[in-house]
């Protein structure tokens, strides 16, 4: 069996990326401090240990919430960028150094000047989440300069998953609709490229497989779906699919909010094969029939 890590394996895309390396034939070893202490990213042995064997390493493991690394930068620094930076030292002392996908994300880009955004779009992240990212994929970049098979994935706003954490933006519109409160919605003309979660772990499943195959030098890719959707779109699209009649509420935007943002996947089709399959629709239809946690 060819042995692939991933790190943050409990968290929303990690636990449904296993069963698809899986599904490759690929024997997925966990790691996430969520589900054991010793699981620790700054843990330099453990990190060796956890290396040790691994064909390849998805690495998922960081502060995944805009908000968060607001409030917590220091965690974001640690969780994103010198955890990061501990992975790529311990695959690169390998006598074998497993090939890496790194997992980063469309607030590199910050407020582009331009839409929509493809990868060579100028790297201005508008916020400390976006800034750790940045930093993280300058490292890896780095380290596919020096010969270590990797590829960043830039993923736009993932939805669909019913275990998503409340306080992101589809499931707190859903928890409010159901609820029949208001949906609050920071800047209704504000605008988002939604991918569905089983669209972002196959791009990542098929990266994974050709960096297996032996592919090298693959520069960054962006998992986006192409389509701009305004936050208030959204949200009447969520009243309507939870068949509510919940009021929309217009709030201020906070000033590490990108504006707008729509990707351009056609690397990811060109480089990975790959293409987005669940549209907005179905995948807000689908957490309709989801019932609520």
């Known amino acids: 069996m060819r042995r692939v890590l991933v790190t943050g394996s409990a968290g929303v895309i990690g636990r449904a990326v296993a069963p698809a390396l899986a599904a490759?034939?690929?024997?997925?070893?966990?790691?996430?401090?969520?589900?054991?202490?010793?699981?620790?990213?700054?843990?330099?042995?453990?990190?060796?240990a956890a290396v040790a064997g691994c064909r390849g390493v998805v690495h998922l493991a960081a502060c995944s919430r805009v908000e968060?690394?607001?409030?917590?930068?220091?965690?974001?620094?640690?969780?994103?960028?010198?955890?990061?930076?501990?992975l790529i030292a311990a695959i690169a002392a390998r006598p074998d150094p497993?090939?890496?996908?790194?997992?980063?994300?469309?607030?590199?880009h910050g407020d582009a000047r331009s839409l929509p955004v493809d990868e060579d779009t100028p790297i201005?992240?508008?916020?400390?989440?976006g800034r750790t990212k940045r930093d993280a994929e300058a490292m890896v970049e780095a380290a596919r300069a020096r010969g270590l098979a990797a590829c960043v994935l830039r993923l736009t706003n993932v939805f669909g998953a019913p275990c998503d954490?409340?306080?992101?933006?589809?499931?707190?519109?859903?928890a409010a609709a159901r609820a029949g409160a208001p949906l609050v919605v920071r800047g209704a003309a504000r605008s988002v490229d939604l991918?569905?979660?089983?669209?972002?772990?196959?791009?990542?499943a098929r990266a994974a497989a050709r960096l297996d195959a032996g592919a090298r030098g693959i520069a960054p890719v962006l998992i986006a779906s192409g389509v701009e959707t305004t936050l208030?779109?959204?949200a009447a699209l969520v009243i309507a699919a939870a068949r509510s009649t919940s009021a929309i509420v217009e709030d201020a935007a906070g000033s590490h909010e990108v504006a707008r943002f729509?990707?351009?996947?056609?690397?990811?089709?060109?480089?990975?094969?790959?293409?987005?399959?669940?549209?907005?629709?179905?995948?807000?239809?689908?957490l309709a029939r989801t019932p609520a946690r």
């Open 24 to 48: 490759l034939g690929f024997e997925v070893a966990s790691f996430d401090r969520a589900t054991s202490t010793a699981d620790d990213l700054g843990d330099a042995a453990r990190v060796r």
């Open 68 to 86: 968060a690394a607001e409030r917590r930068p220091d965690d974001a620094d640690r969780d994103n960028v010198r955890a990061t930076a501990a």
């Open 98 to 108: 497993p090939w890496i996908v790194f997992a980063s994300s469309r607030e590199v």
């Open 124 to 129: 201005a992240p508008r916020n400390v989440y």
């Open 165 to 174: 954490h409340h306080d992101r933006l589809v499931p707190a519109f859903f």
């Open 195 to 204: 991918v569905h979660l089983d669209d972002a772990v196959d791009g990542l």
């Open 232 to 234: 208030g779109a959204l």
């Open 262 to 286: 729509v990707g351009r996947p056609a690397r990811a089709a060109e480089v990975l094969g790959w293409r987005p399959r669940v549209g907005l629709g179905e995948g807000l239809s689908r």
